[in-house]
């Protein structure tokens, strides 16, 4: 299993839902300090949909006064009209959703 850190989101044309990521790969699978193999890398949903699905965690890393802050896992949900997206799997942590991420 792998771990991937979102760093930044991009919103589609309704400012809803994500459309892309720049996210990366932990180094060796280290979680502190995250750390990235390379540099972060923009990819659609769908990719991240699909490293999810291949048994891979990702989450959001943020950057804050207080160094890095890793976010709940990220899961995909699909919306009413039959789309796929992505969400945190906690909405009890305010401040650190993808909408929270900075965005590109």
């Known amino acids: ?3 991937f850190f979102i760093e930044a989101v991009r919103f589609d044309d ?4 994500v459309a892309k990521v720049r996210w ?3 180094k060796g699978g280290q ?3 995250p750390a990235i193999v390379e540099d972060p890398q923009e ?5 991240v949909l699909e490293t999810i699905a291949n048994g891979d965690e990702v989450i959001p890393k ?3 006064s207080n160094g890095i802050i890793l976010g709940p896992k990220v899961v995909g949900i699909m919306y009413e009209d ?9 909405y009890d942590d305010p401040g650190h959703s993808l909408s929270d991420l900075p965005s590109f």
Do not use: I
């Not at 990819?43 to 990719?47: I, L, N, S, Y």
């Not at 039959?82 to 906690?90: D, E, P």
């Open 14 to 17: 309704s400012g809803e839902r």
């Open 43 to 47: 990819v659609d949903v769908q990719a």
């Open 24 to 26: 990366g790969k932990s």
């Open 1 to 3: 299993m792998a771990l």
């Open 82 to 90: 039959g789309a796929h997206g992505l969400t945190t799997a906690s």
């Open 31 to 33: 979680v502190m300090p």
């Open 62 to 64: 943020f950057h804050s």
